[in-house]
């Protein structure tokens, strides 16, 4: 009997909020909201037609910020006929403490627009590319891009971090030098074999001296 493959768990579905630029569809002109409803339509069958889930459509309105905390979306679609300006300022915020994938649809090539939004964390911004078969390419590129994007910022936190750990371990060896008579070798042992001690790093058993020494004075 020919033994049975393990089932593979399927993968997730992508979770999606697409946001829209024009907030009171009562002031916006007829033909805004008709260009505006062809792209919805045009976005939501490409979507759809790529297996995507989109759990909601949201305006760019003082609300946005607490509705992408509540849905927690994997990924961010901004719908913008232009200037997108606005848009991205609720954006900002809504992902400030959680950064996610965002990308912008559009019809505005403007260069100051374009820079705005990837100051703002744009992970794609397309300009006239609205159509339904390019939507899953244009989101896998955005969504690797992204994931780069963390991961060099993962490693730039690492290594400031292991910069800011060593110049402590420095500061507390020169002050148990000094203290102590005692050579570099001799102060960094002690360091080493008080932070094996105590179950600790070395840059923790270091800041420890340091806070130490600032509370005698």
């Known amino acids: 009997m020919t033994p049975r493959r393990p089932l593979t768990p399927p993968a997730r579905t992508l979770r999606i909020v697409v946001v829209n630029t024009i907030i009171n569809p009562e002031d916006a002109p007829d033909a805004a909201?008709?260009?505006?409803?062809?792209?919805?339509?045009?976005?939501?069958?490409?979507?759809l037609e790529s297996g995507y889930d989109i759990v909601a459509s949201l305006p760019a309105d003082f609300y946005l910020p607490e509705r992408i905390a509540q849905l927690q979306p994997d990924l961010i679609i901004i719908d913008a006929e232009s200037d997108?300006?606005?848009?991205?300022?609720?954006?900002?915020?809504?992902?400030?403490?959680?950064?996610?994938?965002?990308?912008?649809f559009t019809e505005d090539g403007d260069t100051s627009s374009i820079d705005a939004a990837m100051e703002a964390g744009v992970s794609a911004y397309i300009v006239s590319g609205l159509q339904a078969e390019r939507i899953k390419p244009v989101l896998n590129v955005a969504l690797a891009r992204f994931r780069q994007e963390q991961k060099l910022l993962a490693e730039l936190s690492d290594t400031r971090h292991k910069l800011a750990g060593r110049k402590v371990i420095e500061r507390a060896k020169g002050l148990l030098m000094a203290r102590h008579?005692?050579?570099?070798?001799?102060?960094?042992?002690?360091?080493?074999?008080?932070?094996?001690?105590?179950?600790?790093?070395?840059?923790?058993v270091a800041q420890r001296i340091l806070d130490v020494e600032d509370l005698l004075g």
């Open 181 to 204: 008579q005692l050579s570099e070798d001799q102060a960094y042992q002690k360091l080493r074999s008080m932070a094996m001690n105590k179950k600790l790093k070395l840059a923790e």
């Open 84 to 104: 997108a300006r606005d848009v991205l300022e609720h954006i900002v915020i809504a992902t400030r403490d959680e950064r996610r994938p965002i990308v912008l």
């Open 33 to 47: 909201l008709a260009a505006q409803a062809r792209r919805g339509n045009l976005l939501r069958i490409g979507l």
